[in-house]
């Protein structure tokens, strides 16, 4: 195994770590392993990416602050990464329930200019973003009561990602919303310490939340990128033909995520219902949105009101 510095060969390559929170096999699984096998391809073998799911090098937020100070070489992680306090808090402006008009809307965005300056401004923050993935449209599971409105929110105790959107806005509908790591989440729901959870369909199946939840409402509240991530210190380490290997690997590979969601969504649904799962869509949109009101004033302040505006109105 050859280390930094070193010449790295197909018989003696670079081994590096791409660490993911969520579980083998689904969306961003996928794109990370065609990535790993992307670049070992175009390096003739000299760099091999091995790839770390569910969580076994730690959660998005700590793999991230890993990637910093160079622990780590790579991580696909959502906002909860990208977007922690020590990186760019303001790119948590993705995560604000029903800021995108739908799933055409939200590609379209991260795929334009929009996307492309998320990911330059990554920079000086220690780490690099490469490309985008997709972990997908994000729809709520309880163990209690179906979920129509944000009326059938008041109250209830769910969990999501360590962002502040996500607590903010769910707050908005009235929820008793509490950030929390996905790698602890499973036990969490099954102890009770959470009523609900969100989370992208596949996600849900893969992780068996169908198990310790009842409803599944399909909300599509958020749409939630995913971001390709490199250590700068170890991007730095890389030859320029390499560095352009590996941004051009991560756009190629983000659409992995996209196809494996688009193939799935529906058998994930599907599936779901046969394990048990009541689900619900009649979902009141437009009065979910009419609620997010309540908190506008707080994301313009955060993340501007022109950014607020830019994101809506993009039309691709």
């Known amino acids: 195994?050859?280390?930094?510095?070193?010449?790295?060969?197909?018989?003696?390559?670079?081994?590096?770590?791409?660490?993911?929170?969520?579980?083998?096999?689904?969306?961003?699984?996928?794109?990370?392993?065609?990535?790993?096998?992307?670049?070992?391809?175009?390096?003739?073998?000299?760099?091999?990416i091995d790839v770390y799911?569910?969580?076994?090098?730690?959660?998005?937020?700590?793999?991230?602050?890993?990637?910093?100070?160079?622990?780590?070489?790579?991580?696909i992680a959502s906002s909860a990464g990208y977007g922690a306090p020590s990186i760019v808090p303001k790119l948590g402006v993705f995560d604000i329930p029903f800021l995108f008009r739908d799933l055409n809307h939200a590609r379209a965005t991260l795929d334009g200019p929009i996307g492309t300056?998320?990911?330059?401004?990554?920079?000086?923050?220690?780490?690099?973003?490469?490309?985008?993935?997709?972990?997908?449209?994000?729809?709520?599971?309880?163990?209690?009561?179906?979920?129509?409105?944000?009326?059938d929110l008041h109250g209830i105790k769910i969990r999501v990602p360590q962002t502040d959107a996500m607590v903010a806005g769910f707050r908005a509908l009235g929820a008793d919303a509490q950030p929390y790591s996905f790698v602890d989440l499973y036990a969490a729901l099954a102890d009770g310490t959470?009523?609900?959870?969100?989370n992208p369909l596949g996600v849900i199946r893969a992780?068996?939340?169908?198990?310790?939840?009842?409803?599944?409402?399909?909300?599509?509240?958020?749409?939630?990128?995913?971001?390709f991530m490199v250590s700068e210190r170890i991007f730095k380490s890389f030859s320029a033909e390499e560095q352009a290997i590996l941004q051009s690997c991560a756009v190629t590979s983000g659409k992995v995520s996209r196809a494996f969601n688009d193939e799935n969504e529906k058998g994930d649904l599907d599936e779901l219902r046969k394990r048990g799962m009541t689900v619900i869509t009649d979902i009141d949109r437009g009065a979910f949105a009419a609620e997010m009101n309540k908190a506008?004033?707080?994301?313009?302040?955060?993340?501007g009101k022109d950014t607020l505006a830019a994101i809506e109105n993009y039309k691709g």
């Open 194 to 198: 959470f009523e609900a959870q969100e």
């Open 53 to 75: 799911s569910n969580g076994a090098l730690g959660g998005e937020r700590e793999t991230s602050e890993d990637l910093q100070t160079g622990a780590l070489d790579f991580a």
């Open 1 to 48: 195994m050859s280390r930094p510095g070193e010449a790295a060969t197909s018989a003696n390559p670079r081994v590096l770590r791409l660490a993911l929170s969520g579980p083998f096999g689904m969306q961003i699984s996928r794109s990370a392993t065609d990535f790993a096998a992307a670049v070992s391809k175009a390096t003739n073998g000299r760099l091999r």
């Open 207 to 227: 992780s068996n939340f169908d198990k310790v939840q009842k409803y599944l409402s399909v909300t599509s509240h958020v749409y939630s990128p995913a971001m």
């Open 296 to 303: 506008r004033g707080q994301f313009e302040a955060t993340f």
């Open 117 to 151: 300056e998320a990911l330059k401004s990554l920079a000086g923050s220690g780490v690099v973003g490469l490309g985008w993935a997709e972990n997908g449209m994000r729809q709520i599971s309880s163990a209690t009561k179906p979920v129509r409105s944000p009326a």
